[in-house]
């Protein structure tokens, strides 16, 4: 009944409320060994000292199957036929098989007992700080009136000891391995090696990629240097021998038998197997591994310093082909975490594979990318020159030992910088300094450097810089001969040349720079400073008048007087100055020396940015210059200054001011000349002394400001700039333009005469009659016959005095003079509107006084019926008088005819010889007559006007009321009138064939 009650106890009693003296009392009195041992097998409890307890009452009553087993076979290492007879024994005796089985399994959790006790020592540091005092303990730690810490409890492994007695081993070290126990898995590796050692690699590989591999360096794997094989570890089990159920005989002897009985529920959860390595590893492969593990670190994590603390390691415990790697984390541990921060910019993802595949020179980029000025020369030092060693040492391990290839290197990233980057590693390298203190220690590669990133620089502003850089450089005092010197510039000036820009090489970078400078030799490179101390200067005079250009530039003008000039221009026209006229005085009086500065030559004998022109070349484009901005003012203070270099002969002036004038009226937008453009080239005239040339230029001025002024159009709605009137071949055409666009402008004939002068027409009287006739055709096409008769008499008495004077008749401006004066006088004293009979006959008088011989009868016929008119006139004005009419004061004044007119119009009768007038009546005559007139009225073309046409109509009434006798010469009038309605044009430049 004790018995039955101990069964019960055991049963009821759960895990949790086992003790070590309730498992010895209630197992104690439980005769049953196989009951008793299955109970210690069931029950797994997480108290170490229970389960101790547990396992060693199991093993105690299994003892018994050891005595019966070994009386029987006393060899349990016996051979096959043993064997048999054990596996028979165990099929009649399933009670023995099973105490085997389980003996072998307690021993087992036994030994996994031991080690999960080691595996609570061993907790992770930082599981260790975290159960112990937190910041608040910390704080107070040295308090003497605190209470006595409690103690904190151990960290626990990640799993508890019931799992980890019935778990796979494996999955165990995983654990261990995921949690970053390493000290436990080192005990478990320690203890159970035989078992893990093929699944080392599986196990390395489930720690966390951040996790510090000097905290499981014990772990990684070693090679041997001596066998170039993976070193093996040697395992510190718990039991040294393995009990006799553990024997190969048991152990097959079980398992032959397992059909008798169900060793499945005996068994333990396995995992799934991962691949093992049971052999060791060679050299090889161990580097292999290594270089796996290092890639996939830092493709996830970008930890360089953690793939390199392990690559360390493996390289000191005779990994091989590790080296090489070692170097590559290093300097990319030096590029990811000794570069400059910046907090501007984000960091950039760095990997392995990215630094595998970038070549040197970008490699270099990328270390200095983040350097100051201040920090670059450090920067090269501590970063680049390590990694350029290591290149150079590469190459003489592969067998290609290149020298030169740090140097090269390091060149190739000064000459693609910037100039204030390159300017810090100069001022490291001065001559001055100690020689172990500079980056660049050879003063002649310190000089090709300079010249090739100055001269290959397109930077405009930044002259400070580039004169800091040439402070930098070594002076040498080399005399030099002749020769030497003109081969030296010979050399520049071949420089020149090879910076041009061309089809083969658009740009001339610092490198071709750099090659082209590499074998000139010292005298030439002591030339090339001389050079470019005068080219810095330069520049920086360019830069202060705002026409900057780059140090290249100067190369390439040096040779080129064309682009000098160009540039000269552009420096003396963009000059600002101040407002306050003091101040703009004495800014273009520092202009002034300045660009006399760039035309002259030094001691050296170097010549400037303009010193292929002549210095009056120079004064010329300065004075221009001056002119364009409009500082008239001050032009003419430096040229009355005694003090003034601005020396210029008169004509020269003279010249450069009237260039300057018309450069301001081509631009101007309107031709008024009291504002804009149009008055700075007005005054602009003021500043030479007063000539023909400057008047008759400021005359032509007035004269556009006066045609502005009556709104002449050159498209409809578009007025006429002052660009088309001086672009106009004929300028008479613009009098015309005027009169036709103001119906009034014609009754004004002394400002059309003066805009005639002034037009460059003043002394011309070819000119003056021409626009008399058009003054006298607007004043006929708006029916002020009395404005037409006072402008034909003007133009008369100026052709007579004409013709009377020394040049006399036969000068073709005299005969065309006068062909204009007739046709006028022919025109208006033929119009049937006009009734003073007196004045007409008196203008047809002049017409045949001026016309030529073979125009003669045509006038003369004119004149004659209008003399007929006129005596039919006086008869009927007699006859009425006869019959006691009174007279009017118009037919008293009609009945003086002009003596003048009449003598003269004898005179010429008599001098050609004329026919008698019956003769011009026939029909012969009429029509030669008419084919004459025809030929001269051909090349009358007045404008069209409202009266005009109305004269028209009006003669060809009077044509058809006259006498069939007048129709030959009505039809060579009425041919003149449709000529004269044509316009003026002929006035104005047309052919003449008459």
């Not at 101990?6 to 759960?14: E, F, G, K, S, T």
């Not at 070692?326 to 594979?353: C, H, I, Q």
């Not at 600002?576 to 005085?585: F, M, P, R, T, V």
């Not at 221009?624 to 002036?653: C, M, N, P, W, Y």
Request: glycine share 4%; hydrophobic share 40%; aromatic share 8%.
């Amino acid at each position: 009944m004790a018995s039955s009650s101990n069964y019960a106890r055991w049963i009821d009693l759960a895990g949790n409320e086992l003790s070590v003296d309730s498992v010895e009392e209630i197992l104690s009195h439980i005769p049953d060994d196989f009951w008793v041992a299955a109970a210690c097998y069931d029950r797994l409890v997480d108290d170490v000292n229970v389960q101790r307890t547990l396992l060693q009452v199991g093993l105690t009553r299994t003892q018994p199957v050891f005595d019966r087993v070994n009386h029987l076979f006393p060899d349990t290492n016996a051979n096959v036929n043993d064997t048999h007879a054990l596996t028979e024994h165990f099929e009649s005796n399933i009670t023995d098989a099973q105490l085997c089985y389980i003996r072998s399994v307690l021993l087992k959790r036994m030994d996994r007992l031991n080690t999960f006790v080691e595996l609570c020592k061993e907790a992770p540091e930082y599981l260790q700080r975290e159960s112990g005092m937190d910041e608040e303990d910390a704080e107070w730690e040295d308090d003497p009136w605190a209470e006595e810490p409690s103690a904190k409890p151990p960290a626990k492994p990640p799993f508890s000891l019931s799992e980890f007695l019935t778990a796979d081993l494996l999955h165990s070290a995983y654990q261990l391995a995921f949690e970053r126990w390493f000290g436990a898995l080192r005990v478990l590796f320690d203890r159970h090696g035989k078992y893990l050692w093929p699944f080392r690699f599986a196990i390395l590989d489930q720690i966390p990629d951040y996790a510090p591999p000097s905290d499981y360096h014990p772990l990684l794997p070693s090679c041997n240097t001596l066998t170039n094989m993976e070193q093996s570890p040697t395992w510190n089990e718990w039991r040294l021998e393995p009990d006799w159920s553990e024997s190969s005989m048991v152990t097959s002897a079980l398992e032959s038998c397992r059909d008798s009985w169900d060793l499945s529920i005996f068994q333990e959860a396995e995992i799934p197997e991962p691949p093992f390595h049971v052999d060791p590893l060679t050299g090889e492969q161990l580097s292999a591994w290594y270089q796996t593990r290092v890639d996939a670190i830092v493709s996830s994590t970008g930890m360089i310093d953690t793939v390199l603390t392990m690559v360390q390691h493996g390289a000191s415990h005779g990994v091989p082909l590790l080296d090489e790697l070692g170097e590559d984390l290093s300097l990319l541990s030096r590029l990811v975490y000794d570069t400059p921060r910046n907090s501007d910019a984000p960091d950039e993802d760095w990997t392995l594979a990215r630094w595998r595949v970038m070549d040197p020179p970008a490699i270099v980029r990328a270390y200095l990318s983040r350097s100051s000025p201040t920090t670059l020369p450090r920067d090269i030092s501590r970063l680049v020159m390590p990694y350029l060693f290591v290149l150079e040492s590469r190459a003489e391990r592969a067998g290609n030992p290149d020298p030169s290839l740090a140097q090269r290197l390091l060149h190739e990233y000064i000459l693609g910088a910037p100039l204030e980057m390159a300017a810090a590693v100069f001022e490291a390298s001065k001559p001055t300094l100690p020689p172990a203190q500079r980056l660049i220690k050879d003063d002649e590669v310190v000089v090709r450097l300079a010249l090739s990133c100055l001269y290959g620089s397109n930077s405009l502003n930044e002259w400070s810089t580039m004169s800091r850089i040439f402070e930098c450089l070594p002076a040498w005092d080399i005399p030099r001969a002749d020769s030497e010197e003109d081969a030296a510039d010979t050399t520049v000036a071949s420089l020149g040349a090879y910076v041009t820009p061309s089809t083969a090489r658009p740009t001339c970078t610092p490198s071709d720079l750099l090659i082209f400078f590499s074998p000139l030799p010292l005298s030439s490179l002591s030339r090339a400073l001389d050079i470019l101390d005068v080219h810095l200067e330069s520049g920086e005079i360019l830069s202060r008048w705002s026409v900057p250009a780059p140090l290249h530039w100067f190369l390439q003008s040096s040779n080129d007087a064309a682009e000098q000039r160009a540039w000269a221009n552009r420096m003396s026209r963009r000059a600002g100055g101040a407002e306050d006229q003091l101040n703009a005085l004495e800014d273009w009086e520092w202009l002034l020396e300045d660009m006399l500065k760039l035309n002259g030559r030094g001691d050296n004998k170097i010549a400037g940015a303009f010193g292929l022109l002549s210095r009056d070349e120079v004064l010329r484009i300065y004075f221009s210059g001056l002119l364009s901005t409009g500082k008239f003012d001050i032009a003419k203070t430096l040229l009355h200054s005694r003090k003034t270099q601005l020396v210029l002969d008169t004509e020269i002036i003279e010249d450069i001011c009237l260039s300057s004038s018309r450069e301001f009226y081509d631009n101007a937008n309107s031709g008024n000349y009291n504002f804009g453009d149009m008055k700075l080239a007005y005054e602009c005239l003021d500043v030479p002394i007063p000539s023909d040339r400057i008047q008759k230029e400021k005359e032509f001025i007035e004269a556009t400001s006066r045609l502005s002024s009556f709104n002449v159009m050159s498209r409809p709605g578009i007025p006429i700039s002052p660009i088309e009137i001086r672009l106009t071949k004929d300028r008479l055409s613009l009098i015309s333009r005027v009169l036709s666009s103001n119906s009034d402008a014609y009754k004004h004939t002394e400002v059309i005469l003066d805009l005639v002068h002034k037009l460059g027409f003043r002394n011309d009287i070819v000119a003056e009659v021409k626009a008399l006739a058009m003054l006298a055709d607007s004043a006929l096409q708006a029916e002020d016959f009395t404005r037409a008769y006072d402008t034909c008499r003007r133009m008369t008495d100026t052709v007579l005095s004409l013709r009377m004077s020394d040049m006399g008749s036969d000068n073709p401006q005299v005969a065309e003079a006068s062909e204009v004066c007739w046709v006028a006088c022919f025109q208006l004293g033929r119009q049937s509107e006009f009734d003073v009979t007196n004045q007409k006959l008196s203008l047809l008088g002049r017409a045949i006084e001026i016309c030529p011989p073979d125009r003669l009868n045509d006038v003369l016929t004119a004149w004659r019926r209008l003399e007929k008119e006129d005596i039919q006139a006086r008869e009927e004005r007699l006859h009425d008088r006869r019959n006691g009419a009174v007279e009017t004061d118009h037919q008293k004044h009609a009945k003086r005819l002009p003596e003048t007119a009449a003598d003269s119009l004898q005179a010429r009768l008599r001098n050609f010889h004329m026919p008698s007038p019956p003769l011009l009546s026939t029909p012969d005559a009429a029509a030669l007559a008419s084919k004459t007139f025809r030929s001269v009225t051909a090349n009358f073309p007045f404008s069209v006007g409202s009266h005009r046409g109305r004269s028209q109509l009006s003669q060809q009434g009077e044509d058809q009321s006259s006498v069939s006798s007048r129709g030959a010469e009505e039809d060579v009038s009425a041919q003149a009138s449709r000529v004269f309605s044509k316009g003026i044009g002929w006035l104005i430049g047309a052919d003449e064939n008459l």
